[in-house]
């Protein structure tokens, strides 16, 4: 391993950006490897929890894992052309980034100098905090799409799916560094599978694992343990975020008032009305509609971004542009609508189906509270199901 290597620092810029043939090349590679006819982003989407979830939960058989506010990555281990091991990290706006292949690895349980190729792997990279304050990437794994060119998982159950990639990828993994610890540091990242508890886990997931994390955590995603893997919005995972913390996504559309001169400016030569650019502009929210015939269609939010004049001056100082920026907004106490982020990491804001799953989530607010309160009743469910499908084997 390449021990001039060093862990990576920017999450958002992993590595280098592939352009051009190369690109549409690894798209096809990827669409044919998982039998799609797409070329887009194939990972699954969650939708936003609301109330009829909880029938869901207790109905159907979920696990629960915290929702890490990191960066969505699928990983892709292949071979470049001369047949080294080769990794790419592929984001939501289908973008490939390639890791440097000297330091990152993944032996085969039977051969630690042979490598996974034809492989997907579904995860959230995050920075840790370190005691000393340093900052460790990690890669954490919920899912698997393919394994060594065999994409028939994509049908199987997630368990089965977690279960194949703990057994050929992890376990070999954690084998290579427990036998050279040394290396790790200088590993791009860490791998770890994501912990999921059952989803009547939940008391657990609030009283130890989320106060135990070591990077910033925005809620918890319940997936349906028997689903297929399902490309694009996923039915079956459920987005779980505190009542407050509910967000969408938007396209800023800043809109300047025109003023007249001054007596000051007129005596400078302005005479006729100019744009302001320095006063809080009104701040409109566009949803995205979908794309008709390759061109993208908004449509205007009913509620406006409230901007102090503080957080203006702010973003003015910035020096960014601003006009037609991705921004991920939230409701405050007052029911406005405030800026949260920037979403860089996107192409498009939310989708107008999106937006409202979204507003349904917030009308239809469950409060951890209330999540706790129903565990009991999700545990007594999952124990009545797994007790009738022992009583119909025995049959």
Request: net charge negative.
């Amino acid at each position: 391993m390449d021990q001039g290597a060093q862990p990576l620092r920017d999450i958002a810029g992993p590595g280098v950006k592939a352009q051009g043939d190369l690109l549409r090349e690894l798209r096809s590679e990827v669409a044919n490897l998982l039998g799609r006819n797409s070329y887009n982003f194939p990972g699954a989407q969650p939708v936003s929890f609301s109330r009829r979830h909880m029938d869901e939960l207790r109905r159907e058989d979920y696990y629960v894992c915290e929702k890490s506010d990191g960066i969505r990555y699928l990983l892709y281990l292949t071979s470049d052309e001369t047949g080294a091991e080769c990794h790419y990290l592929v984001d939501r706006k289908n973008d490939y980034w390639w890791l440097s292949q000297r330091n990152l690895h993944f032996p085969l349980a039977h051969d630690r100098t042979a490598f996974h190729t034809g492989t997907l792997i579904d995860g959230e990279l995050v920075l840790d905090s370190l005691p000393n304050g340093d900052k460790e990437p990690k890669f954490l794994v919920f899912d698997l799409l393919a394994l060594d060119g065999k994409a028939d998982l994509l049908s199987k159950p997630l368990d089965k799916r977690l279960g194949y990639f703990k057994e050929h990828v992890m376990k070999p993994y954690k084998s290579l560094f427990a036998a050279f610890p040394e290396e790790l540091k200088y590993q791009a990242f860490k791998v770890e599978m994501k912990e999921m508890q059952f989803s009547y886990g939940i008391e657990m997931m609030f009283r130890e694992v989320l106060p135990s994390l070591k990077h910033q955590n925005d809620g918890l995603i319940f997936t349906c343990r028997t689903s297929q893997y399902q490309f694009g919005t996923d039915q079956h995972i459920l987005k779980w975020k505190a009542p407050h913390e509910n967000t969408v996504d938007f396209r800023l559309k800043l809109n300047f008032p025109l003023v007249e001169p001054n007596e000051l400016e007129r005596a400078e030569g302005y005479t006729e009305p100019f744009v302001d650019y320095e006063s809080v502009p009104e701040a409109r929210l566009l949803i995205f509609t979908g794309s008709d015939r390759g061109k993208p269609g908004y449509e205007e939010f009913k509620d406006p971004l409230y901007l102090t004049e503080d957080e203006w001056e702010t973003l003015k100082s910035m020096g960014d542009p601003l006009q037609d920026r991705l921004v991920e907004c939230c409701l405050d106490e007052e029911k406005r609508w405030r800026l949260y982020r920037f979403r860089d990491d996107k192409t498009e804001a939310n989708h107008i189906s999106t937006v409202n799953s979204v507003m349904q989530s917030i009308k239809d607010a469950v409060g951890e509270g209330e999540l706790l309160a129903a565990a009991k009743g999700i545990k007594d469910s999952w124990k009545l199901r797994q007790q009738q499908q022992h009583q119909q084997r025995e049959h």
